[in-house]
């Protein structure tokens, strides 16, 4: 029996590190880009528009920089440089999906004319109407704002029914898994909770915009790109924030 959508519109997160790849695995170097990695992210979001969901992305740019990791640099520079890094995954994604035979628009927050679309809500709105993906870079265009915050005021603005969150972690915990071995998984949780136990699933700022407008939000391991495909299919996978 073929699968069905629960959602129309969805806006997938997809981490920088996603995409870099796992040395463990075999899929990438853990820095960079990872061709392996992109194809197969690339394949499922392909399989996913095939339902007839209409799909925007924003990816971070943690595969090549980290403003708020850069030391003494200043810090809004070391952000602009971050958000240069997530075009870099923008382009690289779009590239990918493109080989799929899918229709791209990359629109930047900050405007690049020559390589991107400059962001515009109506527009981008129209793109997805068409049946076109749409991947949002730059973030918001602002520093001291992250990807997950970016992720979190362009769903509001296009109406998704989901942030879909594909990180390398395949849940949210309690605590670290990779520190605590017995921490402890949860299937669905409020927004509340993630903010009054300070979860660290997206950052503050983000988890307390997906709260005040009701953004439901679907959390996920990126390591099996079919986890993508089951959670648009409102399958149990990953962590469900509502």
Same mark, same amino acid.
């Given at each position: 029996? %073929?699968?069905?959508?629960?959602?129309?519109?969805?806006?997938?997160?997809?981490?920088?590190?996603?995409? &870099?790849?796992?040395?463990?695995?075999?899929?990438?170097?853990?820095?960079?880009? *990872?061709?392996?990695?992109?194809?197969?992210?690339?394949?499922?979001?392909?399989?996913?528009?095939?339902?007839?969901?209409?799909? &925007?992305? +924003?990816?971070?740019?943690?595969?090549?920089?980290?403003?708020?990791? *850069?030391?003494?640099?200043?810090?809004?520079?070391?952000?602009?440089?971050?958000?240069?890094?997530?075009?870099?995954? =923008?382009?690289?994604?779009?590239?990918?999906?493109?080989?799929?035979?899918?229709?791209?628009?990359?629109?930047?927050?900050?405007?690049? #004319?020559?390589?991107?679309?400059?962001?515009?809500?109506?527009?981008?709105?129209?793109?997805?109407?068409?049946?076109? !993906?749409?991947?949002?870079?730059?973030?918001?265009?602002?520093?001291?704002?992250?990807? $997950?915050?970016?992720?979190?005021?362009?769903?509001?603005?296009? %109406?998704?029914?989901? !942030?879909?969150?594909?990180?390398? +972690?395949?849940?949210?915990? %309690?605590?670290?898994? %990779?520190?605590?071995?017995?921490?402890?998984?949860?299937?669905?949780?409020?927004?509340?909770?993630?903010? =009054?136990?300070?979860?660290? +699933?997206?950052?503050?700022?983000?988890?307390?915009?997906?709260? $005040?407008?009701?953004? #439901?939000?679907?959390?996920?391991? !990126?390591?099996?790109?079919?986890?993508?495909? #089951?959670?648009?299919?409102?399958?149990?996978?990953?962590?469900?924030?509502?």
């Amino acid at each position: 029996m %073929d699968k069905k959508p629960v959602y129309g519109r969805v806006l997938i997160k997809i981490s920088g590190e996603a995409l &870099a790849g796992n040395p463990e695995n075999g899929t990438g170097s853990g820095f960079g880009l *990872s061709a392996a990695m992109l194809e197969d992210v690339a394949r499922h979001i392909a399989a996913v528009h095939k339902m007839g969901v209409e799909i &925007a992305v +924003v990816v971070g740019g943690g595969n090549f920089w980290r403003g708020a990791k *850069s030391g003494t640099m200043d810090r809004t520079r070391a952000d602009h440089m971050g958000m240069l890094a997530t075009v870099m995954n =923008s382009l690289a994604l779009c590239d990918a999906l493109e080989k799929q035979g899918l229709t791209v628009r990359v629109q930047t927050a900050i405007e690049m #004319r020559q390589m991107a679309e400059p962001y515009i809500r109506n527009k981008a709105v129209r793109h997805l109407e068409k049946g076109r !993906i749409v991947i949002f870079g730059c973030g918001t265009g602002n520093p001291f704002f992250t990807t $997950d915050t970016a992720a979190a005021l362009r769903a509001a603005e296009i %109406d998704a029914d989901v !942030i879909l969150l594909a990180k390398n +972690v395949d849940a949210v915990y %309690d605590s670290d898994p %990779d520190v605590n071995p017995d921490a402890k998984k949860f299937s669905a949780i409020t927004h509340d909770e993630v903010l =009054s136990r300070n979860l660290k +699933v997206m950052d503050s700022t983000a988890a307390s915009l997906c709260r $005040d407008n009701g953004i #439901r939000i679907h959390v996920f391991g !990126i390591s099996d790109p079919e986890n993508l495909i #089951r959670a648009v299919c409102g399958e149990p996978v990953g962590t469900v924030i509502s």
